[in-house]
T-cell receptor, first 114, second 114 residues
Framework: GAVVSQHPSRVICKSGTSVKIECRSL??????MFWYRQFPKQSLMLMAT?????????EQGVEKDKFLINHASLTLSTLTVTSAHPEDSSFYIC??????????FGDGTRLSIL | DAKTTQPTSMDCAEGRAANLPCNHS???????VYWYRQIHSQGPQYIIH???NNETNEMASLIITEDRKSSTLILPHATLRDTAVYYC???????????????FGTGTLLAVQP
């Protein structure tokens, strides 16, 4: 149980393109979803937290207009990197959680901006 | 949330028990100890969590000291597939339908040697 699916697993695109990443909880309803970013040889850095049906809460230093988060249902959240540039290249990971249960994670999306 | 301190890296021989320590001297009474691991280029995987009692599941055992200021994750028979970065995180359990965010430190890189 507690499977989180993330899609796509890898994306390569040109600078200026907007990229959407999907995160789905397959066998449970996630009241909260989390988006992380991880640069090479570094730990995961939390970008934002979103609750179903409400606006996401962004961590300090994360641009909300750059990283658009939508959490339309209890099983789906999306992260859109708008007008991506090479410095946005990273490993993006989503986590999904529910009340008093451990958070579970997707397998990540490796984003490469040329 | 309380901070944690872990060794940067550890080695373990295949088939032997791997004991990963974690210090959390500022832990609060309502904070749980969570352990996750991240195998290269994948999302974090939940291992185990506990409040004050020792816990065991199919993956590992968690030993928490009586004063709760430190804990040890035990992998009873390490295999090469257990090579990963192991994260010890303390946080309050989620209440009211929201799951609190996880803040990842640098973790311990466990290298299981053949």
């Amino acid at each position: 149980g507690a499977v989180v699916s993330q899609h796509p697993s890898r994306v390569i695109c040109k600078s200026g393109t907007s990229v959407k990443i999907e995160c789905r909880s397959l066998d449970f309803q996630a009241t909260t979803m989390f988006w992380y970013r991880q640069f090479p040889k570094q730990s995961l850095m939390l970008m934002a937290t979103s609750n179903e049906g409400s606006k996401a809460t962004y961590e300090q230093g994360v641009e909300k207009d750059k990283f658009l988060i939508n959490h339309a249902s209890l099983t789906l959240s999306t992260l859109t990197v708008t007008s991506a540039h090479p410095e946005d290249s990273s490993f993006y990971i989503c986590g999904a959680g529910r009340q008093n249960q451990p958070q579970h994670f997707g397998d990540g999306t490796r984003l490469s901006i040329l | 949330d309380a901070k944690t301190t872990q060794p940067t890296s550890m080695d373990c021989a295949e088939g032997r028990a791997a004991n990963l320590p974690c210090n959390h001297s500022t832990i609060s009474g309502n904070e749980y100890v969570y352990w996750y691991r991240q195998i290269h280029s994948q999302g974090p995987q939940y291992i185990i969590h506990g409040l004050k009692n020792n816990e065991t599941n199919e993956m590992a055992s968690l030993i928490i000291t009586e004063d709760r200021k430190s804990s040890t994750l035990i992998l009873p028979h390490a295999t090469l597939r257990d090579t990963a970065v192991y994260y010890c995180i303390v946080r309050v359990a989620g209440y009211g339908g929201a799951t609190n965010k996880l803040i990842f430190g640098t973790g311990t890189l466990l290298a299981v040697q053949p």
